[in-house]
């Protein structure tokens, strides 16, 4: 039986289809030996717990390209109140598929049906403070208005969505300089307005959503984000199709 998502791609635009495309032949390398850490510089691989967050973009009304995002549940244990990206640790239920992972938290957490997202890619996995093996997968909600936010009140306070474009902007942006294993580093924090909201983009977050933002804008962001004796992987150049 055809999918929610495969039904829906009937109706999405032109630029959507290509990016989705763009996106489906982008390959990961981890040919390095580390992970991104959440300051952004290259920690050694360890026996970390596997984990997995979704990126899902759609298109909104102005044909602008958007992600959802959620604020965590003020009653949780850690980053409680903190802004997220759906996702969690993987079970043993996922057979290791960062896939179903991603797209089993989201639903766990705000009401995103599987079927609605059509996962196209796998970006380099991060090292998060508590030293999870974070996988950020990326998908496509064809179809803004077949998804109605139900957010699990024990994990979830809000789901919003945020133009993807702004975490390659200087713009509602700031940085903190810390020390981490002895070397100084910018976390950066990006501040987001919506109706009566202000919300506080960092930490994580912010550093995997740079790093998406920067594979389908295909360019740099627009400030400087001093990540010590790192580089991401190369990619082929293709169309920018947002901007």
């Not at 791609?9 to 489906?24: C, E, K």
Request: negative net charge; glycine residues 6%; hydrophobic residues 40%.
């Amino acid at each position: 039986m055809e999918s929610a998502a495969a039904k829906s791609i009937s109706t999405a635009s032109s630029r959507l289809l290509a990016l989705a495309q763009q996106l489906r032949l982008y390959k990961a390398e981890e040919s390095t030996g580390k992970l991104i850490s959440h300051v952004g510089f290259h920690k050694p691989i360890s026996p970390a717990k596997k984990a997995a967050v979704l990126i899902c973009l759609f298109e909104g009304d102005d044909g602008d390209l958007r992600v959802i995002l959620t604020k965590r549940a003020s009653g949780l244990s850690t980053h409680s109140g903190e802004v997220s990206l759906p996702g969690g640790k993987a079970e043993e239920g996922d057979k290791d598929d960062d896939g179903v992972t991603a797209t089993r938290e989201a639903e766990e957490e705000i009401g995103l049906h599987p079927s609605l997202v059509d996962v196209v890619a796998f970006l380099e996995p991060f090292l998060s403070q508590h030293l999870l093996r974070v996988t950020p997968v990326v998908g496509i909600l064809w179809d803004r208005k077949a998804f109605n936010p139900t957010p699990n009140p024990a994990e979830v306070e809000a789901v919003f969505d945020a133009p993807l474009e702004m975490f390659l902007k200087d713009e509602n942006r700031r940085s903190e300089e810390i020390e981490w294993n002895g070397k100084r580093h910018l976390l950066h924090f990006f501040d987001y307005n919506t109706g009566d909201n202000d919300y506080v983009i960092w930490g994580l977050t912010a550093r995997i959503l740079i790093r998406v933002a920067y594979v389908v804008y295909q360019r740099p962001p627009a400030f400087i984000e001093r990540i010590p004796d790192f580089k991401y992987p190369r990619m082929n150049k293709a169309t920018n199709l947002y901007g």
